[in-house]
């Protein structure tokens, strides 16, 4: 279970913690230098910083700060060990998990802040100790007098006011300690950021993309989502039914067949969100999804980062896709330029390197009748391949930041399949998606 920790919303009182933050990471780093002077060693900067040591120390502190400063971390861990060392990545992706949980009095202020005295009267029980704590908020049990389960999206003080400097001083924490590769430009990753993290500090705003969601599934007999409840949602507490299913993980005690099942309908929702909707919950968390045993059911939460692409960008992201199955080069370089992974400049090494990779990547959307997922070792081989292109060409721009996100919603999605051990028709299923029509722009956008 998460540790407990006093959320600090004041500006002053976080920059503080970060400044104390960037002071033990340096302290860290001298340690580590003299360790390595000791043994005989010429230490450099990258050997003293890029270490186990520090990273941990960077997780633990964003994971205390909670809100900017924690989602900056897990967007870093998106990378996957592509921009930084494997292991610095695999220990900031802890910032996915449970973040440190706020004092009961604290709870407790913040309630009776959002829904005045008395507010325990219109519950049989509620638990201060929350079920579940991340970047944003906390999430609590509890029944109404009506009998009903409930679960509770309790936002953390003063998230919403502290994104902007959250931002800034985590940027500016990351550049002076030289913790990313030298020319390595972040700041439309940061930017992406802070709209990213407004649009989930709107509670309102989640509210009505998960509206919207279930709308797109309403007649998928294999998916279930919460229900708003209305009178007991606001601004900064989201009050929604409760999901009872088990961890997603459960699945794997189930026979190969409804392991096979779940598998399917999670692959074919993942494509129909990016290549068909537009409509992406971006984030592949494995708490974001949970199995009920008795229906078969998969319950999807957590509709905070959900993205909307536009119609033109889906055809791109189609375009893409058709190419990466049976186009010639030319074709499958047009539609990265479209996409954004490359550009016209690009120096022909680079844009065969790139080309290599994306075929890489698509590999089971052109292997046989079914893809086996658990003894796949294609994240490897994509990662070997990054690395390869990073020394051979010194490059290491990203992707655009909304690809970006798709990257952590597909590569999320891959290792969920691949700790499922199941094998699905793949080839079959992208080729049916894109037979479907794009979604009409006339979907409005969560508001």
Not at 279 to 304: C, E, H, K, M
Request: one cysteine or more; charged letters at 25%; a neutral charge.
């Amino acid at each position: 279970m998460s540790k407990e920790r006093r959320m600090v919303s004041s500006r002053a009182g976080r920059l503080t913690q970060l400044g104390r933050l960037a002071g033990n990471i340096a302290a860290g780093a001298l340690a580590e230098g003299t360790r390595q002077l000791v043994s005989g060693r010429a230490p450099s900067l990258g050997s003293v910083l890029l270490t186990p040591a520090t990273a941990r120390r960077l997780a633990e502190g964003l994971s205390q700060m909670r809100g900017a400063a924690m989602k900056v971390g897990q967007l870093l861990s998106m990378d996957e060990g592509h921009i930084l060392p494997p292991e610095f990545s695999a220990i900031l992706a802890t910032l996915r998990e449970d973040a440190h949980r706020m004092p009961l009095g604290q709870v407790g202020a913040v309630l009776e802040r959002e829904w005045g005295e008395g507010w325990t009267g219109w519950f049989r029980h509620f638990d201060f100790t929350p079920v579940a704590a991340a970047s944003i908020g906390q999430v609590h049990e509890a029944h109404l007098k009506s009998g009903e389960r409930v679960a509770i999206k309790l936002q953390y003080p003063g998230v919403r006011k502290s994104i902007d400097s959250d931002i800034e001083n985590v940027a500016k924490l990351l550049q002076m300690s030289q913790l990313l590769p030298e020319g390595l430009d972040l700041q439309p990753l940061f930017e992406e950021a802070r709209i990213q993290l407004h649009a989930e500090a709107d509670y309102f705003q989640e509210a009505a993309c998960l509206r919207q969601y279930a709308q797109q599934i309403a007649s998928d007999p294999r998916f279930e989502m919460p229900v708003i409840a209305e009178d007991f949602s606001t601004e900064n507490t989201l009050t929604m039914s409760f999901m009872d299913g088990q961890p997603l993980e459960s699945l794997k005690a189930q026979s190969a067949a409804r392991r096979n099942a779940a598998a399917t309908a999670l692959l074919e929702l993942a494509l129909r969100e990016v290549f068909e909707w537009g409509l992406v919950q971006t984030d592949p968390n494995l708490a974001n999804y949970r199995y009920a045993q008795d229906s078969g059911r998969i319950q999807l939460l957590d509709f905070g980062a959900t993205r909307h692409y536009s119609r033109n960008r889906v055809s791109d992201l189609r375009a893409l896709l058709t190419a990466c199955i049976d186009g010639a080069d030319a074709d499958l370089s047009a539609a990265a330029v479209a996409v954004g992974y490359l550009t016209p400049d690009d120096p022909a090494p680079y844009r065969r390197a790139v080309i290599d990779l994306l075929r890489l990547v698509t590999t089971p959307l052109r292997g046989g009748p079914e893809c086996d997922f658990g003894r796949s070792d294609l994240a490897e081989r994509v990662r070997d391949q990054v690395m390869a292109i990073r020394v051979d060409a010194r490059f290491t721009r990203l992707p655009p930041p909304p690809v970006l996100f798709l990257h952590r919603k597909l590569g999320g999605l891959y290792l969920m399949l691949h700790g499922l051990d199941v094998r699905l028709p793949v080839a079959s299923l992208a080729r049916d998606l894109l037979d479907r029509r794009i979604a009409s722009d006339s979907v409005p956008v969560c508001r």
